[in-house]
């Protein structure tokens, strides 16, 4: 971010969003006002997943595939998220946001790298580049690569990383990781990304094609969402609130936690590490949420015509902000790093 108007403005935004209140997020109260919310802004009588897909009304703007989502609303990402090309929440473990936390996952991936001793690593889902960018800058020995669908990051994550002789940005599904060899691979991870594997059909893909990629012994390393293995026991509201987390993002379903677990079983993975990280991302969240509540409440202002106008694609970003601390609150969903192992012998 180069304009100091727009620097000016992004800590305009970040001063005023800290006064904002923020929660309960583990009360049903604290849910049902923040869905009262929604549904006013939106003129619906309750939000529903369905509020996204009504194409005539047009209520929330529409984004068939994360591709789209993506590139449309990638002047929301820098603009209100992080200048410095992160897609994905920061990690802080102080409960304090710090725009550094959001080199926390790839500080916690370049540990794994240093401790195998990793020396081809891939992540896939990679942006704009942040986290191939941090860890090739700092491992200078190990070759890094990022692939993702969207072109507009692909290339972005290329300009940003063309000084760096050990990383490249690829595009590529990947569901189907055909530039790289069998076994060619120590370490592959994702940040936020790997929930797009949002199907069984697609979960075992990914899956299959990670164990294809990764030498016997090579380790996956996720960071990101799954719905609790109590979802389905929960409050209706609750399991309301990760579905429209879910159609924000344009993402079909997250996989249950013992659901995932079991498809990563099922094609010889061996679960390792597991740490919940809710808490720790819960100040990039909770940021995030602050933001949303500023959007609705000048939604209901006079100044509606003109919010209306500047968002005309897509309000999805902020349906899911306002939505997400209460699934973490009421358990709905967590936000993990999970490793696995490929077998040593295949
Ligand atoms: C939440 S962003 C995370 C980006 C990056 N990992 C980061 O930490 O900033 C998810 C990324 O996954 C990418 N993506 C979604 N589906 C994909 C697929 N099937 N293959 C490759 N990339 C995909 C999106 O284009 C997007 O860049």
């Known amino acids: ?6 620097r000016w403005a992004f800590e305009a935004l970040e001063f005023v969003s800290g006064l ?39 209520r929330t703007g529409y984004f068939a595939t994360p ?8 002047a929301q990402f820098s603009g209100l998220h992080s200048p410095e090309g992160s897609v994905h929440f920061g990690l802080a473990w102080d409960g304090r946001f710090h725009a550094d936390g959001f080199l926390e996952q790839a500080h916690l991936v370049e540990a794994l790298v240093r401790r195998t001793g990793a020396r081809h690593v891939l992540e896939i889902g990679s942006g704009k580049g942040l986290n191939g960018i941090e860890l090739a800058r ?24 063309a000084g760096l002789a050990n990383l490249r940005f690829v595009e590529c599904d990947f569901h189907r990781l055909t530039p790289w060899k069998d076994q060619s691979l120590d ?17 075992h893909a990914s899956f299959a094609e990670l164990r294809r990629v990764l030498r016997p012994g090579g380790l996956f390393v996720t960071f990101g969402w799954c719905r609790t293995n109590a979802f389905g026991s929960l409050d209706r509201q609750a399991q309301l609130a990760a579905e429209l987390v879910e159609r924000a993002w344009v993402v079909h379903q997250f996989p249950i936690e013992r659901s995932w677990d079991r498809a990563a079983g099922e094609v010889g993975f061996a ?37 209306r106008r500047l968002m005309r694609r897509s309000t999805h970003n902020a349906v899911s902000a306002l939505m997400l601390p209460h699934t973490y609150g009421l358990g709905a969903l967590e936000y993990r790093m ?9």
């Not at 994702?190 to 059909?201: M, S």
């Not at 808490?279 to 909770?286: D, F, G, L, N, T």
């Not at 509540?293 to 209901?300: N, T």
């Open 138 to 161: 700092r491992n200078p020995d190990v070759s890094f690569a990022g692939v993702d669908i969207t072109p507009l990051h692909v290339r972005i994550a290329s300009e940003r990383g």
């Open 187 to 203: 370490l592959v991870f994702d940040v936020e990304a790997g929930c797009y594997a949002d199907t069984p059909e697609k979960l």
């Open 20 to 58: 904002v209140p923020a929660g309960p997020f583990d009360t049903q109260g604290g849910l049902a006002r923040d869905l009262a919310t929604l549904a006013r802004a939106y003129g619906v009588d309750a939000m529903t997943p369905a509020t996204f897909d009504d194409l005539r009304a047009a």
């Open 67 to 74: 591709r789209d989502y993506y590139t449309s609303t990638e």
């Open 338 to 346: 999970a490793t696995l192992t490929a077998p040593r012998a295949s």
């Open 271 to 307: 679960a390792g590490e597991r740490r919940d990280l809710r808490e720790a991302s819960m100040p990039s969240v909770v940021r995030l949420y602050r933001q949303a509540r500023i959007f609705y409440a000048s939604l209901a202002s006079p100044a509606r015509p003109l919010v």
């Open 1 to 6: 971010m180069k304009s100091p108007i727009r």
